[in-house]
């Protein structure tokens, strides 16, 4: 169980919740508990945001109908070569992000029931709580097992797209299918991380200031609840 935090810090008028958030996570703070440290959340941002930058880059290259995107990045050549170096950068922060986050990420009983197919259109709402589900349900350790996956699908045949040259031309058309399919299917999957984000008040807010109100913790994540605040009652 994680020791509570001490709200005073050096006089500050920051939220002590927020200032222990820079590098401790799990620690409840007067009403917050921290769920992400400063490192965890500049993570996942840098993996978001090269993210973007290489969708809206791949999309002029991808097919003519969104050629039109070329000319907010200067032209299609200059597509093609940051979607490529972006792609290197989204890989980059992928596999910090993967290290951080593995050894939290294997599937409990508690997660497999959560990720169930009957249990499917409660988590979408989230209308599901399971009281064994801890920081991360299983919802979120499948995200991040598919993504992880993606993101290196994306990478293996990027490499071959990026140098044609130096493979066959088998390698290059199957490369060409699997890029196109598993950037389809991440975009997806990014749609419903960012729906189920932006659906629950309280869930963004937690990969923004690093904190979630003793009450969300409780609800949506209540093994972790306990863990932290030592609460069996939960």
């Not at 709580?129 to 293996?156: E, I, M, P, R």
């Not at 807010?205 to 939960?234: E, N, S």
Request: aromatic residues 16%; proline residues 4%.
């Amino acid at each position: 169980m994680a020791q509570n935090a001490n709200p005073a810090h050096g006089g500050s008028t920051a939220e002590p919740g927020i200032l222990a958030a820079h590098d401790r996570e799990d620690l409840l703070v007067g009403d917050d508990v921290v769920r992400f440290k400063y490192y965890t959340r500049i993570v996942h941002w840098s993996v978001g945001v090269s993210f973007l930058i290489c969708l809206f880059t791949g999309f002029p290259i991808w097919t003519p109908y969104w050629g039109w995107m070329a000319g907010f990045f200067g032209g299609l050549n200059v597509c093609r070569w940051l979607h490529a170096w972006s792609g290197l950068a989204f890989a980059f922060f992928g596999a910090l992000q993967f290290i951080h986050w593995v050894g939290e990420m294997a599937l409990s009983e508690a997660d497999r029931r959560f990720i169930a197919p009957s249990n499917f259109g409660k988590y979408l709402s989230w209308k599901t709580h399971d009281d064994d589900v801890g920081k991360y349900n299983g919802g979120q350790k499948l995200l991040f097992w598919t993504s992880s996956l993606a993101c290196l699908g994306l990478l293996l045949t990027g490499v071959v797209l990026w140098y044609p040259g130096e493979f066959s031309p088998m390698l290059r058309q199957v490369s060409w299918v699997l890029h196109d399919v598993v950037f389809i299917l991440l975009v997806l999957l990014i749609m419903g991380h960012v729906y189920l984000g932006l659906a629950e008040p309280g869930t963004l807010m937690a990969m923004i200031k690093g904190t979630v109100p003793r009450a969300w913790a409780k609800l949506h994540h209540p093994k972790w609840y306990r863990d932290v605040t030592g609460d069996k009652r939960g």
